[in-house]
C-alpha cells in the first residue's frame, strides 16, 4: 500500500480543492470532462468498426488504448469527471469537507458531465458520422448499446464498481508525478483494462447510451433490417431503459468502488496503521493544481 499511501495527503487536499470550488466553475469544467469522455468514445467506436476478421482481445486492447484519452485530457486539462470527483470521499471521511457540501459537489459534476456528453451526441448527429464507413459505424454503436442495456442489474453494478476501481487507480497514479507526459502514459493502461474488457462507465455511458438511441432514427430501416435490428430488438433503447437497466446500477457501482473501495478503503487502512495524521498536507499545493 506504501505506493499509494504516499500520495494520500494529495489526494485528500485535491478533494478538498474539488469541494471548495466556485459552483459555476465546477460546472463548466464538468461540461467539458463530459464532452471529453465522449470523444474518446467516438475514438473507440471508429477504431473498433469494420474489423470482423481481427482477433476480438486485440481489437478490444486497441480501442481500450485509445479511450484511455478521455481521461488524459481530463486530468491534464484540470476538468470535473464524476467518476475521479468521488474521492472527495476521503477528504469528507477525513473531516475537510462536509458531506453535505461533498454531495452537492457530486451532483453538479454528474450533471455537467451529462451536459458535456449530451452536447456531443447533436454533434455527432450533426456531423452525419452514423453513416461512416457505409454505416458500419452507426451500427457498431447500435451494438455497443444494446449490449450496455442488456446487463442484470447486478451486473451492471459490479461492472460499474470495476470500472471505477481502475479509473480511481488511474487517477491516483497521476497524483505519483508532476511530469506532463509520465501522467498521460500512467494512465493509459487502467483504462485500457477496463475498457478493453468491457466494464462499465457511468459518465461514457451518457453519450453511448443517448447516441445509439439516435442512431436508431436515423439510420435507414433496410440497414438496421439486414443486421437484424427489427423495431423489437431495439425497443431496449429507450430513454427510461436506459436508466433503469444501466445509468442507475453503474453510477452507484462507480461511487463504491472510487469512493469505496479506492478511496475510503486506503484511508482506511492508513488509519489502522497508526500512520501520521494526512491533515498536515505536504504536497497542498501541487494537489490544489491538480483537478481530474
Not at 466556485?22 to 467506436?45: H, M, N, T
Not at 508532476?178 to 457511468?202: C, N, Q, R, W, Y
Amino acid at each position: 500500500m506504501k505506493l499509494f499511501s504516499e500520495h494520500l495527503q494529495t489526494v485528500i487536499a485535491s478533494g478538498e480543492g474539488k469541494v471548495n470550488k466556485p459552483s459555476l466553475y465546477r460546472f463548466i469544467q464538468a461540461i467539458y470532462a463530459g464532452f471529453f469522455i465522449g470523444l474518446a468514445f467516438v475514438f473507440y467506436v471508429t477504431v473498433t468498426t469494420g474489423s470482423p476478421d481481427a482477433h476480438w482481445g486485440t481489437v478490444h486492447l486497441m480501442g481500450g488504448v485509445v479511450f484511455s484519452l478521455g481521461l488524459i485530457l481530463v486530468v491534464l486539462f484540470g476538468m470535473e469527471l464524476f467518476t475521479s470527483t468521488v474521492l472527495s470521499a476521503v477528504a469528507c471521511a477525513q473531516g475537510r469537507v462536509s458531506c453535505a457540501r461533498m454531495l452537492s459537489c457530486w451532483i453538479e459534476v454528474y450533471v455537467g458531465n451529462a451536459v458535456g456528453a449530451l452536447i456531443l451526441v447533436g454533434l455527432v448527429c450533426g456531423g452525419g458520422l452514423y453513416m461512416t464507413d457505409g454505416g458500419m459505424w452507426g451500427l457498431n454503436v447500435i451494438g455497443i448499446a444494446l449490449h450496455k442495456v442488456h446487463h442484470t442489474w447486478s451486473q451492471a453494478f459490479v461492472l460499474g464498481m470495476m470500472c471505477n476501481i481502475m479509473v480511481c487507480l488511474a487517477v491516483w497514479f497521476a497524483y505519483m508525478s508532476k511530469d506532463i507526459g509520465t501522467k498521460a502514459l500512467l494512465m493509459v493502461m487502467p483504462v485500457a483494462l477496463f475498457v478493453a474488457t468491457g466494464f462499465e462507465h457511468s459518465i461514457a455511458n451518457m453519450f453511448m447510451l443517448p447516441v445509439g438511441i439516435a442512431f436508431k432514427y436515423l439510420l435507414p430501416t433496410e440497414l438496421l433490417l439486414s443486421h437484424g435490428y427489427t423495431e423489437q430488438a431495439l425497443e431496449a433503447l429507450s430513454f427510461s431503459h436506459i436508466f433503469t437497466a444501466n445509468l442507475i446500477p453503474v453510477t452507484l457501482g462507480n461511487i463504491v468502488g472510487g469512493a469505496g473501495f479506492i478511496g475510503l478503503g486506503i484511508w482506511a487502512t492508513e488509519k489502522a496503521s497508526g500512520a501520521q495524521d494526512p491533515k498536515v498536507v505536504e504536497n497542498s499545493k501541487s494537489a490544489s493544481e491538480f483537478h481530474s
